[in-house]
DNA sequence: CGTAGTGTTGAATTGAATCAAGTGTCGTGG
DNA sequence: CCACGACACTTGATTCAATTCAACACTACG
């Protein structure tokens, strides 16, 4: 908190550089800036090949994959990677930066479906309609890796492993949805916003990044959207846990100073 | 509301024999009563096959479906399918009845996350994790086939057409999911209470069953559970939408008499 | 430097939960 | 076939968590 504000590309290029978990107290002086949007690296050798669709591909198969995988231009904050009821026409795989996903009702409110960090894919909600059910907009400056579906599916009729784990990436997006259908249907709002917050948490770790200490890039009123409830109540639980002593917020800025005891706000339950 | 109770399975059997949408008043009388539970029955001549997993797939095709599909016995109310954190093996798809899916999170109250009619598939949770992240159990007498899944990917392998119509169904579980997350998040008690209506509406209809007028398979807790509501609000809420003329509500027997003003419900939101 | 967007805090309100007391229904065993 | 007990459902009174309304502070950006 006594940090100036950090976006986290920065955050994540000074951990490449310098493998630490503490945030230097001055950022700005002369760190080394690795760009994470560089569109020109290949599957086999980008960062993030192990949590990503390669995952479960040798060497030779992971080529297979690059040939159909196209790399964007980068997104700007607020730039759409697609909106709702557009034609479904590719999955997406997060490079770099944050996107979410909002679903516009008849009535013209919005709710926020999810968020989408590195290493995690998109847009598998228009797979069966051929339209996607959402939009999806970055969150910050981000890039993205756009993978044809049409073509995926060929591959994964040639690779046994591709088709296995795309399985698989599905079957976790729908085992987290009814995760995230306990949580709305039962928790209350400090609970949620715990459990929010523990989740970053680790998918933050999954990409190396601080488990404990990272910045937000979505709005509380995201927050609120994604969770059920208003800003007002984020804004208030966020307070009310940094009176706790469980996590200390500043701005967009986060730090967890005691999971353990996060982790029982959700155990504890009726 | 003047019939005696009469299980789904009835209506269903009725239904097929007589081709009609109004239920006889003296249901008890001479009806042929076809068993939709027969387990014999091949997935080729299976009336569910246009919904199903053969849905893509030609006559020769359904044939090697058929032949690693295991028609097990019949399950009684109460039966479970799998439970939590089993090991995951199969998909099940609902030949007859119905089920639900609930979650028991560690302070041990459950929240039911999903219920499943004829020919809905059920258990893709359990992919990626190797566990069933859920329970399963029947909410009537109700029948099922389990086709497991190392062998339905084997199978994918050789049919272009069969994985893609899977990972069709489970896009389309993604969806719909996602949907619920909407609903949960921002609508209403009234609001859910009518979506979740509107949807088993649509689900009958797709089985040829009546969408105007059908017999609940689950208790009024349970569908509190799944919409995060208490039983007492449900049950408010039957009670007004049918002071409303909306529906007429007896006991486990419904009818939608205003589909219309149902739908309106949802639309005319904020 | 000003302004729009974002975030915080307080007070009043309210929709749904909780608590409580029933009635209705079904399956079981006598 | 009926009586019993367990469970399912309804309805009313009260409470409470979160929303709404309102005012203001902070920040970021042109």
Not at 3 to 14: F, I, K, Q, S
Not at 120 to 125: A, F, H, R, T
Not at 176 to 202: I, P
């Amino acid at each position: 908190m006594a940090n100036p504000v950090a976006t986290n590309e920065e955050l994540e290029a000074r951990r490449l550089a310098a493998q630490e978990d503490i945030i230097p107290t001055r950022p700005s002086a002369t760190v080394h800036k690795i760009c994470p949007h560089n569109s020109s690296v290949s599957c086999s050798s980008c960062r993030l090949n192990e949590l990503c669709l390669p995952i479960a591909l040798n060497k030779s198969d992971i080529h297979q994959l690059d040939a159909i995988v196209e790399r964007n231009r980068p997104f700007k904050k607020g730039d759409h990677l697609y909106r709702q009821s557009d034609e479904f026409k590719s999955v997406y795989a997060v490079r770099s930066g944050s996107f979410k996903s909002y679903f516009l009702s008849d009535s013209g409110q919005g709710r926020v479906t999810g968020f989408y960090l590195p290493g995690e894919i998109i847009g598998m909600d228009g797979i069966s309609s051929k339209k996607y059910a959402n939009s999806t907009s970055a969150l910050e400056h981000s890039s993205i890796c756009e993978i044809p579906f049409s073509q995926l599916e060929k591959l994964s009729q040639e690779l046994p492993s591709l088709q296995h784990h795309f399985f698989a990436i599905m079957g976790n997006e729908i085992a987290k949805d009814q995760q995230v259908h306990t949580l709305l249907s039962s928790y209350t709002a400090e609970e949620r916003t715990a459990s929010f917050l523990l989740g970053l948490s680790s998918r933050y770790a999954r990409v190396s990044l601080s488990p404990s200490r990272f910045l937000l890039s979505m709005t509380r009123g995201d927050i609120g959207e994604y969770l059920g409830l208003t800003v007002e109540t984020v804004s208030r639980i966020f307070t009310s846990l940094q009176k706790k002593g469980l996590i200390s917020v500043n701005n967009r800025e986060i730090e967890l100073l005691d999971i353990e005891s996060l982790r029982q706000i959700l155990t504890k339950g009726t």
